[in-house]
Each structure stands twice: as C-alpha cells, then as structure tokens.
C-alpha cells in the first residue's frame, strides 16, 4: 500500500511539472500570445513525442543570442520550406507553422507516410528578437539596447507595431533580389522598413539563407500577417506559368486571392531571392484579415488554420511533379 502511494505521488509530480505534455493530447496551445519562450519548449516536446518523425536543429542565432530552430520531419533529400516571423508583430505565424509541424507529426505516426523520400523544413520563427520586442517584453534586452530600441519605436513604449529585429533591421527587406533598388527604406535603424546597409547583413537572415542553400527545397514558402492573399510573382521568367497554376492551387486551397504586384514592387524579400536564386516557385501567403499595424487577433486562428492546414501536403504533391519534370528532361 505505501509503495503505491508513493509511486501515485511521483505520477502526480511529474504531472504538475510537465502539463503541456501529458495533460492534453496537442501540444500546441492557439488561444493565447505565442511567445518565443513557448515556441522554445513546445519545439522540445514535440521533438521528445515525435522521435522518430522529426528532428529539431539549431540553424543561427538572432542578434541578441536566441536560438533560431528549423524543425525537419521526414528524411527524404529533396524537400519543400515553409516559414514565419521574419516580422515581429507576425508571430501568429510561428504558431500556425508549429501547429502544422505537430500536425504533419501526427499523421506521419499515426502511417501516413504522405512525405514519400521527401522532407519538410519549417522554420517558425525567424525573428525572435523582433517577437519579443512586439510582445512587449522590453526588459529582455540588455540595459543600453532598450533605451536604442524605444529610440526605433519613436521613442514610445508601445511596441505593438514593431516589425524588426532586435537592431531596427526588417529582416524581409535584405535579400539581393532588388535590394539596391528599394526606395521607401528608412534611412536609420527602425521599427520597420528598415533595409540595413547590405543584404544577408542581419544575423537572422544568414541563418534562413544558409539553411536554403543546404537543403535546396523544390519549394518555399513564408508566411506572413495580413490581409489573407498570395503573393507569386517576381522575375519568374520562363517559369511564369508553371509558378502561377501551383499559385492558383495554393489560393483555391485557402481561400486567399492572388496578390498582383503593381509596378513599383522591387523586391528584396525572401521568396523574391529564391525565385531568382533557383529558379523555383516560392510564395509570400499573408494569413488573417488585414490589419493596420499590429499583430492579429487570436481569434482568427482557428479559421486560418481551418484554410491552411493542408498546404504541407498539397506542396509536397507539387514538389513531385517539378522534380518529375526535372529528372525527365534530364533523361535520367
């Protein structure tokens, strides 16, 4: 009878230390601020219950020494990307791509192997810094750094719109595609717009552009907040309308429109590097109704989710059919 006790004891600790990953079948909670320290522990559970469908790596450090994870499910060579926050005030999409990673987890354990030889990468949040600094968790940053980051804020303390990473760099605006041509770039460090004095300057940045030169995924996408569209388009060439009918997939799938650039749009953003670098479809998906200068409500999440959940999948499947194409005209 003691015996039991204690060991009855022991469970009800454990219980009380670990919550998230015993009490509850998802490890992912959507109804409340998705802050790095969450996204942290969550990539560790889930890296704990799903051994042998995902493995968790270190890809960078942000400017202020925080981890940068890219989370691999499947072990395939060939692969698709998939990524969120490279703006602070967008962490709803570090959890709409954590809820997909335990998502594509779940089904790979419980025998669909949907993935094939195929891998999906997912990096949820590129910029910590910038999401802590939004959240308004200030006094997370060294002494002297607050006092320059409240000076990018406008000198306020509400940090609701902050964009940036930790230095009033916009992570989405130092990529080489257009780059020296971005004319609206603030001409100091800021809360956003800001486009540094080089592209791959920021630390965030090289860590994402490294990752993507090892992988070399067929297809890459970043997600964004707001205003529920799809954005395709830049210098596609030759591959114009192969990019466009995997563009149209995407928006059918969600529900989204298809952006059309207008005539000043010049680049430097993720996915405009990619298209140019590999000459490969890649696509900016703004998730939630459009908002003005704020991250979006929470409340949205389970629609977006509803409108988003299948596109690991649907990529894979468009992924095969480029690489078929590929190794056709190769002969192989």
Known sequence: MRRRLIIMTIIIFLLSIYPKEYHADSVIDVNKEYT????QEDVWILKSKYKKQLQVHTIGKSEFGRKI??????????????????????????LLTMKMTEDIA????????????????????????????????????PFFSKRKIKKMNGGIDDFTRWKSNGLGVDLNRQYPAGWEYLKDS???????????????????????????????????????????EIFWQYNNGVNEERDQ???????????????????DAIGGGFTDWFITTYHLPAFTIEICPLVDERDPSLINFSNEWARNKAIPRTLIEEAKKIDAVHKKMLGD
């Open 36 to 39: 790095y320290e969450d996204f």
């Open 69 to 94: 994870y890219a989370v691999q499910i499947g072990t395939g060579e060939k692969s698709v990307l998939l990524s969120g926050a490279h703006h602070g005030r967008e962490w709803i999409t570090s």
């Open 106 to 141: 779940t089904t790979m354990k419980n025998g669909d192997n949907f993935l094939g030889s195929y891998s999906i990468w997912i990096v949820p949040m590129i910029n910590p810094d910038g999401v802590t600094i939004q959240q308004g968790k200030i006094n997370k940053f």
């Open 186 to 228: 603030k001409k100091e460090p800021s809360y956003k717009n800001y486009k540094g004095k080089a592209p791959f300057e920021a630390a965030e940045v090289q860590a994402i552009v490294k990752l993507t030169e090892k992988i070399k995924p067929t297809i890459a996408v970043a997600y964004h907040s707001s205003g529920q």
């Open 245 to 263: 009918m995997i563009a149209e997939v995407l928006a059918k799938e969600t529900g989204y429109k298809l952006g059309t650039p207008n005539k």
